[in-house]
């Protein structure tokens, strides 16, 4: 980092971590902040509190930061997008990373974010695609689940797998820190006490880092840590303040930063640990649902609306089979411009009513029934199918999935 030091001591990467009743995880991961490799003096972190109830407003008084520390509380939640907004308005620096506020920082992850983007523009760089989730804390809500990931990373520990035990079985209210302040920055101890998640394996081993081929490379745009220029983001618009609650207001901007020709870049070296917390699955779900019906409602093209088969327990994850679809959908558009236009303006119609009917909490069911799609519709689309079920099977394959749904 020595050619960094000889900079003018000016901020050159600012950190965005906004934070809604995440204490003490957010105390956690700003203290990881402390101990990275790039200088503390040219990066900054912009805490935006989003009207928490819970003890983040004392962590001002018990950390003191080598660096700059913008501290920004919104009196009433505004949200994830509003708040990731404002806290690039107040930053200084040409590079920007945003941060999950339970994520706990690698020591060279600043590092590793600021080289990325200085060597060549026009880059998102994000490590999410390798996710890691660690257990710093214990609490009363966790589920069966995490309580089985619990004593797997801890199994070798006698003294805290008793004390796991211990504090279920007595119905604990109050929270237990389970690594010490200096254990949560020991590269050693974190990669022994979390586990990695291998949803996205497949694509990186088939599209590798740089996710060339991949038609929905912009996916990698995760906000739990991932860098893009101020610039870009605000070319790009922001983060569109419309999604409410849980998923989809990244993958937003990283599809319309993808629509203005930014690459995406997967790091395997910038690292972050996510802490495990308590999660509610059922309004995770309805949110993401409504929010998926958003996303896919403000684009023509297919790639948005395909993510909706995401929902769908044979496609789930399955994003090369979803990659295929779109390079076939547009193959025949481009091939054949005014021909089988009946084709495709029906798979959009049904992907985009499967996206209506999830939003709504019903089931994907009676598709073409529930979309009005005629009998003479479809009648008129299989015998265009058969004609190109040769040159695009993929296609003719989606096509004849989404009739039966």
Known sequence: MDEIMKENPEILVSVVMPSYNRYPLNLYALQSLQKQTFPCSQMEVIFVDDGSSDETPNIRSQLTTPYSLKWIRNESPLGRSKARNLGVEHASGRIIVFLDAEMIAAPTLIETHYLAQNEQDGLVVSGCLELKRLYTMLFPGFNLEQISQLH??????????????????????????????????NMEILEKRSYGVEYYNDILNQFGNELEGFRFSWINFCSGNVSVSKELFIKAGGFDESFVGFGLEDWDLGYRLHKQGTRFIHDKTAIAYHQEHPISLYSNWQEHRKNLYTFQAKYKEIEPKLLILSMVPAFKKNLIKLNRYAFEYEELRRQFPSEFTLISDTITSLLSHAALLVSEQKDIIRLTEEAGVSVEILDNCAKAVKKVRKRYPKLAELYEFLIIL
């Open 152 to 185: 797997a990373l801890y199994g070798d520990n006698r003294q805290v797998l008793t004390l796991i035990d211990q504090f279920y079985l007595d119905g604990s209210s109050s929270p237990i820190t389970l690594l010490t302040s200096e254990e949560m920055t």
